[in-house]
């Protein structure tokens, strides 16, 4: 039972005053804990982020105290609903997050819950080490989510679950008595067992509990050995479960904590055991054109001693070559059109036993006539191609456009790997039955496939299926011998089958464990045992609604703006840390209403009611946009596909409707403007009158333009006067062709020497470069979210470069930001204008223009090669990342003979005008010392920063300076 709003707010006001972290009761707070990556959508009571074990342990004590339900969590990754519910949410994922001890002579380490997996193992790498379990969402989820799941992952069939790995943990029982569960001897146990108050009783009454009630154990515990599902009481007993794992037969409750959903205790410090890192792996992936087929196969390959078995199955392919980022990849790997395929991994220690091991695959599906065709991967980045791919399986199916999504109930589920191809034809069969297809992904090694039937849960037609359906995989899976949950937990969505899965008797047993730990029941209620029907408190649900956006944008392809919100579907893929470009101001901030989920949270609660509709507009909502840099990240790393950038845009046109447009806005659109008319004669006078101490005071006073930033400065000749004035001297015709050059506001006003590189470039390979115009591509309107201005200047541009691609001459940019405005931002600024889709096929960046050169002109421009510096360090633009990959501009400075290198920089911060504005200097520094600016520093006198963005190239100059280069730059020294 919740407490009353009054005994709530004397918790919270108790709390406020004894602990130091940060406490919320806002409703725009709130809503950002009230989903997970499930069907569910919970309001908390509040958010409590601590600072310190110290704050953990006052909100417990107290809670018990007031009687305030409470909900410990992490990234909120869950799928199956138990990272929601009505209670004070303590949000362990941003302050306590510190790796406390790595022992790699004993091979354990000691973290707080909020330690991000990915984050863990990067610092075990040097050891030789990592933690056994991988679940796929381990570059965003912590461990203290991972412990309280039972988690496990692709290499399930060599370290088994989390529990297996949990040797103690230090928390706080439901009463904010402290804890220390570690394995026991008999005599500490009897010692636990005498101390008083709550630890006695839990010592005494677990003990006893399984002494007395070894048999209902045995019994109703599955003989699967990949199981999560209750309570670890077969932990606890002789003789009556399977384990991958060797177990310490010692009395450990750390061992029930594990896989307890915080529903048992809270948990503040976790030691875990490690394991070695293989020395080599290699993968077969084993292409097959008919899914039965497929999982028929998978006891055959398990014959072969593998260390995963992993399914791709059609779905899921088919949606990765929507997804920009992930086609890439897709396409080193994957050959033909399979239906699917088996990413089937070997560990050794050499290349050559590695290379016997999937040889020996081949004959053995050979002399089984088993119709399938093996693609070897043998390099480590080719296999992480295909490890990527993987982990984002379940955000690819969930990418799929309208309200029919693949969803989240059933696909927990282990059958044994000999009834695999059985269970899942009976289950799509019974599916089928009622109107519903079905997706697959997953640990087809473990007999875990995961099944997403696909469902419209806006329609109570369909939410009435889900019920039946899970019953029907309980009652099918348990058939089997298999388990309910494998890896995902109960939570929500399966906690109301547990009774009739695991029997009544076991099922009492697991509801005295919760009384033992919970008496007042505030821990996490109502998963595990006790639980709602499935179907309550459903994100959508057949209620759901939403208003009607008059949208200037083009979301025709999501069915509308409402729609391209709820592409989110709470994966949380934008919480990650360690790599790639999203979300760079979570990354930044680690706040959830600063990722890309919180925006679409807080977006959609306005739309759907959650929120009052005129909330859509408000100044709350803005600054929940506000650290949005546009980055386009989402686009391409979201598996989703959310694309924040869009949503923004169409975000700033209603708001600043509502509101008026900031003069400083107004400015930083205007940019080609004051461009072309600062640079010139008067450069020299107004880049001194800008650089003056006094001005740059008077523009943060009165325009929030930092005095800390150097404007770009104006060309005393801009690039068009250069070449106009070449142009009157005899310039031969190309002999190789005409190559337009997409000269840009900033290339041709700031930096021309980087367009007078390009011309002197392309001019060595034979081409006759021709301009097209003064004019804008819109970007900067774009970014600002000014619409009229971004679509006159879209207008302007589509009509001078028309005449060249419908010539079929290529267009050619230098800056990523305008050059693929041309191929993404104008496809929904003019939608139905036929000269988008023409413009956008003859548009290039210049990497992509060289890589795509006849072989013989390759071979011609390297040869008159040299390395211009010892050492290349590559930043790529943003933009560049997201839409087209950073490949191509890696390959061609390869050419120039020097040794390149790319940092995995994510945004460098300044994003255009974003880093300028006062109020956003400090995160715009933070983002650039994250990764970029240590390794800037660290290159060695004589090497080279390379970056082909003006923004990246102003922000390494102000924050490090020191000056980066175009890679044109680079291309043109080479030549010399």
Known sequence: MNPSAEKLTEYLEALRKQASGELYRDDYTRILYSTDASLYQVMPLAVFIPHSSDDVHAAVELAAQYQAPLLPRTAGSSLAGQAVNEAVVIDMSRRLDRILEINPEEKWVRVQPGVVLDHLNAELRSYGLKFGPDPASSNRAALGGIVANNSTGAHSILYGMTADHVLECRGFLSDGTPFHFQPLSEAQLAFQQNQPGLIGDIHRGVAELVRAQAEVIRAGTPHHWRRCGGYNLDRFIDRGATFLWPQDERFNLAKLVCGSEGTLAVMSEIKLNVVELPRQSALALVHFDDLYEALSAVPLILETDPSAIELLDHLGLSKCREVPEYARLLKTFMEGDPHCILITEYYGDTEQELKERVEKLRRRLRSNKVPAHIVPALHPELQQNVWTVRKVGLGLLMSVKGDFKPVPFIEDAAAPPEHLAEYISRIESFCNDLGVRVAYYAHASAGCLHVRPLMNTKLAAEVDKLPKIAQFAAELVGEYRGALSSEHGDGRCRSWLNEAFFGKELYQLYRQVKYLFDPQNLLNPGNIVDAGPMTENL??????????????????????????????????????????????????????????????????????????????????????????????????????????????????????????????????????????????????????????????????????????????????????????????????????????????????????????????????????????????????????????????????????????????????????????????????????????????????????????????????????????????????????????????????????????????????????????????????????????????????????????????????????????????????????
């Open 539 to 976: 994100r959508y649900g057949a209620s759901y609604q939403t208003v009607e956006i008059s949208s200037q944008l083009d979301f025709r392809a999501d069915q509308g703006f409402a729609r391209a919100v709820e592409m989110c579907n709470g994966a949380a893929v934008c919480r990650k840390l360690t790599a790639g470009v999203m979300c760079p101001s979570f990354m930044a901030v680690r706040e959830e209403e600063h990722s890309t989920r919180g925006r679409a949270n807080a977006l959609r609660a306005a739309l759907s009611g959650t929120l009052p509709e005129q909330e859509f507009t408000s100044k709350r909502m803005y600054q929940v946009m506000d650290l949005c840099i546009e980055c386009k990240a989402c686009k391409a790393e979201c598996p989703s596909s959310v694309d924040m950038a869009k949503i923004k845009f169409e975000f700033l046109i209603h708001y600043y409707r509502e509101h008026g447009v900031p003069l400083r806005t107004r400015l930083f659109a205007a940019t080609p403007v004051l461009s072309r008319f600062g640079a010139g004669p008067a450069a020299p006078f107004l880049n001194l009158l800008l650089g003056a101490a006094p001005v740059k005071w008077g523009m943060e006073k009165f325009l929030g333009i930092s005095r800390e930033r150097n404007l770009p400065r104006f060309a005393r000749q801009p690039f068009t006067q250069w070449f106009a004035r070449r142009r009157k001297e005899q310039i031969p015709k190309g002999t190789a062709g005409q190559v337009v050059l997409f000269h840009d506001t900033f290339n041709t006003y700031n930096d021309p020497h980087i367009s007078i590189a390009a011309v002197e470039l392309l001019e060595a390979l034979g081409y006759e470069v021709l301009l097209p115009g003064r004019f804008c591509c819109g970007r900067p309107a774009i970014s600002k979210g000014l619409l009229e201005p971004a679509r006159a200047a879209a207008d302007k541009t589509l009509a001078a470069f028309r005449p060249f691609a419908e010539a079929g001459i290529p267009i050619v940019g230098l800056e990523p930001g305008c050059l693929l405005s041309l191929r993404d931002d104008y496809r929904y600024l003019l939608p139905d204008d036929p000269r988008v889709e023409t413009v956008a096929g003859q548009s290039l960046l210049i990497e992509e223009f060289l890589t795509r050169l006849p072989g013989e002109q390759k071979e011609l421009l390297q040869k008159q090669m040299k390395p211009p510096a010892a050492e290349l360090l590559l930043h790529g633009h943003c933009h560049q990342k997201s839409l087209v990959g950073t490949a191509p501009m890696l390959q061609i400075l390869q050419w120039t003979g020097a040794a390149v290198s790319e940092v995995d920089s994510g945004c460098c911060g300044m994003a255009g005008a974003f880093g300028y504005e006062a109020e956003h200097l400090a995160i715009s520094k933070t983002m650039a010392e994250r990764r970029l600016l240590p390794a800037v520093r660290e290159v060695a006198p004589g090497g080279l920063i390379v970056a082909p963005g003006t923004s990246c190239r102003s922000q390494i100059a102000d924050l490090a300076g020191k000056r980066a280069y175009h890679p044109v730059e680079v291309l043109r020294m080479a030549l010399k």
